[in-house]
């Protein structure tokens, strides 16, 4: 085989190299590199990766039965290289048995996987490698709902009783950004200590020792910044295939291909992906203004409708209401309160992603379909307009939940700057001094934005919760008066045959 596990030089200096393959792949990934966002930009290498290596073929039960089949449950076994070649082999025979339309070169591809799993989880070639990690790299490559992924690395994890502590969980959040650390973005996802990420998670479970995988999925919903790529990924696979009927604003390509992003602040201003997210403008073109929505699944009506509203209340929105409603599309998870600093382009990236079958209350088009489905009390359109307002709900109390954590650290930091001291004897002490209350005092200005950020959501939630009360209550009517109708039914047509019977014995 190509991909060696060890060699040695002249001199009797370890030494280790790629596939001729694999090198090649590393060259074309380095070609988007000129993509703005880290997340994004790690998504699209992966991709890349996932269908170099088949992965992207690979089903995640078909990949669950073959390490069943190698005996492989026990997370901290220690595999060696034959063994992961025998896993190997066995994943792309299932693949060559399932795909048959589909020619497989089975040796090409355990060499490459082999050679890329290796430089994620054993760079120094030692030939040594964990199951949790053999398996946590193949699994976040697979052809599977991202949500799938979650429960099953979870399950990994995770005690008899369905929970895991503090400790596991570490263990698989380690795992997983070797995956980023590999390809040389894992600063923008909080570098390699994931002792954040895992306090973040626990706050799911306030003062439990231990989480649920109910606590687990509620987290990673939130696209939590330290795995924000994989959620991404996904999300990169589906826009492969969407098409939208618009015209790119920068390149003029028609229709888009990929993700569409549209601002929310510019009427009928669409970006491709490629320009978005690479930057790319145009001499004379107005720069795409924030806040922006990304699609990555063909628009609807209702959604064309949604944004037109939007877009109107944002025209008469000052910069500085902005500024003080900041929107990230994930979750951060670095503490305030760390020495190493996780900003990065991707903290200034104002970015909600495509939410198909949300409706916006405050919009004209959301408080007509609400209306008419009051006034004609249908069954199933009063369901899925409740479906749309639970999901805008549980929107909500995402984005009030982040605040509340950032709330707690801004509060939390000032009462450490201003009791702490300075070293003894340090000569600039004093401009420590002074450089951590300055620091305080943006805090607390800080926790006051965040302050009216959370009332003013939870004013939102309280309307939200009313409307949703209405309707349920008109749902149990309906129920209720279809019940009446069938039983007065039912009286009908037993009353009718009765007479029937009657007149034939007349």
Known sequence: RRCTVKGEDHQAQTTCWDHPKMTELYQVLADLNNIKFSAYRTAMKLRRVQ?????????????????REQDLQHGEHVMDVVEMIHALTGLYERLEEERRAIVVNIPLCVDMCLNWLLNV?????????RVLSFKTGLVSLCNADVQEKYKYLFRQVSGPGGLTDQRYLTMLLYEAIQIPRQLGEVAAFGGSNVEPSVRSCFRMAPG???????HFLEWMSLEPQSVVWLAVLQRVAVAES???QAKCYICK?????????????????DICQMCFLTGRTTKGKKQLQYPIMEYYTPTTSGEKMRDFAKTLKNKFRS??????????????VQSVLEAESSDTDEDQYLLRHSSPGTLDQDSPSGQQMLLAHLDCQDKDELQ???????????????EWRRLKWRHEEAAAAPQLTEGGEGVPGSPTEGQQDEELLAEARVLRQHKTRLETRMQILEDHNKQLESQLH???????QVGKEEGERKVERKRRERKKKYGLEKRRRG
Not at 121 to 129: F, I, L, V
Not at 319 to 332: A, D, E, I, T
Not at 470 to 476: D, F, G, N
């Open 470 to 476: 209405r309707l349920r209550e008109l749902l149990l």
């Open 319 to 332: 910069k500085q209401y902005f500024s003080k409603h900041p929107q990230r599309g994930y979750l951060p």
């Open 208 to 214: 439990k020792p231990a989480i649920e995988v109910s």
């Open 253 to 269: 390509q028609c229709p888009i291909k990929g993700f569409r992003y549209r601002s929310l602040k510019q009427f009928n201003v």
């Open 384 to 398: 899925r307009t409740l479906a749309r307002l639970e999901n805008e709900n549980r929107v909500l109390q995402g």
């Open 242 to 244: 969407a098409k939208h």
């Open 121 to 129: 989880y054993d760079s120094g070639r030692n030939g040594k490698m």
């Open 51 to 67: 269908k170099a290596l088949r992965l992207d073929l690979l089903r995640l039960v078909s990949v669950v039965d073959v390490f």
